[in-house]
C-alpha cells in the first residue's frame, strides 16, 4: 500500500504527481505484467544470455 503524505493546503494536483512517481517507482504494473504470463526457467535463462551476448558485442572491449 502506497502512503503519500500530505501538507495542509498542498494542491490536488501535486499530490496526484506524487503519488504517480510513487506507484511507477514501486514497480506494481512491471510485477502484474510479468506475472501475467508463465515463463519457463529455462527460457527466462536463454533471454538474459541473449541480452548479455548483444551487450558484450554492442559495448564490449573488442
Known sequence: MLIIDIKDGE???RVLKKYKRKFERAGFMKELRRRKHFTK????RRGELLK???KA???GTH
Request: proline share 8%.
Open 41 to 44: 526457467p529455462s527460457v527466462t
Open 52 to 54: 548479455a551476448a548483444y
Open 57 to 59: 558485442e554492442k559495448y
Open 11 to 13: 494542491n490536488i494536483d
